[in-house]
C-alpha cells in the first residue's frame, strides 16, 4: 500500500524560511515525482514544482523560483520542500503528491498536507 | 500560463440528481491532458478522472468526464451523500500545471 506522510504544521514569521518533510513507502522511490503544491485558504491548489527522486532534478513554476529548494533523500525514502523569505501570504496547506515517471503529470498519491502559517 | 475557469461556483442539488460541472481554459493543450479532483473539508484532493475521460481506480461509474480542446465537463449522473464536496480540474498539458479555483457541491 502506498503511504505518503508529510510533517506537522508549523508556525513562522515573516521573513523566515520552512522545510516540510514528505516520507513515502509502498513503491519503489524513484519510479514518481514528487510534486509540491500550495493551497491557500478558499482557493485551489497552486502548483510549486516537482522533482525527480532519481537524480535530484527539478522544475519550479515560474512564481516560486527563487524561493524554493527541493531535495530527495533516498536512504530514508523522504523528500523535501524549503520555502524561505516567507511572507503572510504563503499561509497555506502545502500537499506533496505523486506522478508517474514517464507518464504525463496527473496525481495519484497524495500527503496528508501540512499548515504553514505566517504570523508576526 | 494556461487559466482553468470553473462554474459554477457552487452548484446545489438534492441526492439523487445529475450534477454537471464545467472547466474551460483560457488556450488548448496538449492530448486532452485534463484531471478531476475531489476535496472533502479536512482531506487532501482525490484523483478521479485523467486524460478527460479515464476513471482512476477505484471511481464509481456514477462520474464521468468528457470534453475537449477547452471545454470539459464532470458529470455525476446520481448523486450520493458522500459526494457532496469541492471539485477540482487541473490541465497538465503544459507547464505550470494549473488547477481551477473548484466548484463546491452542496446539497440543496
Known amino acids: 500500500e502506498v503511504q505518503v506522510v508529510q510533517s506537522g504544521a508549523e508556525v513562522k514569521k515573516p521573513g523566515a524560511t520552512v522545510k516540510i518533510s514528505c516520507k513515502v513507502s509502498g513503491y519503489t522511490f524513484a519510479d514518481y515525482y514528487m510534486h509540491w503544491m500550495q493551497q491557500a485558504p478558499g482557493e485551489g491548489p497552486q502548483w510549486m514544482g516537482l522533482?525527480?527522486?532519481?537524480?535530484?532534478?527539478?522544475i519550479f513554476a515560474e512564481k516560486f523560483q527563487g524561493r524554493v529548494t527541493m531535495t530527495a533523500d533516498r536512504s530514508s525514502d523522504t523528500l523535501y520542500l524549503e520555502l524561505n523569505t516567507l511572507r503572510s501570504e504563503d499561509t497555506a496547506i502545502y500537499y506533496c503528491?505523486?506522478?508517474?515517471?514517464?507518464?504525463?503529470?496527473?496525481?495519484?498519491?497524495w500527503g496528508q498536507g501540512t499548515l504553514v502559517t505566517v504570523s508576526t | 500560463e494556461i487559466v482553468l475557469t470553473q462554474s459554477p461556483g457552487t452548484l446545489s442539488l438534492s441526492p439523487g440528481e445529475r450534477a454537471t460541472l464545467s472547466c474551460r481554459a483560457s488556450?488548448?493543450?496538449?492530448?486532452?491532458?485534463l484531471a478531476w479532483y475531489q476535496q472533502k473539508p479536512g482531506q487532501s484532493p482525490r484523483l478521479l478522472i485523467y486524460?478527460?475521460?479515464r476513471r482512476a481506480t477505484g471511481v464509481p461509474d456514477r462520474f464521468r468526464g468528457s470534453g475537449s480542446g477547452t471545454d470539459f465537463t464532470l458529470t455525476i449522473s446520481r448523486i450520493e451523500p458522500e459526494d457532496f464536496a469541492v471539485y477540482y480540474c487541473?490541465?497538465?498539458?503544459?507547464?505550470?500545471?494549473?488547477f481551477g479555483q473548484g466548484t463546491k457541491l452542496e446539497i440543496k
Open positions: 503528491a505523486t506522478s508517474v515517471v514517464g507518464a504525463p503529470h496527473y496525481f495519484h498519491y
Open positions: 522533482i525527480d527522486p532519481e537524480d535530484g532534478e527539478t
Open positions: 486524460g478527460a475521460s
Open positions: 488556450q488548448t493543450f496538449s492530448s486532452n491532458f
Open positions: 487541473q490541465q497538465y498539458g503544459r507547464s505550470p500545471y494549473t
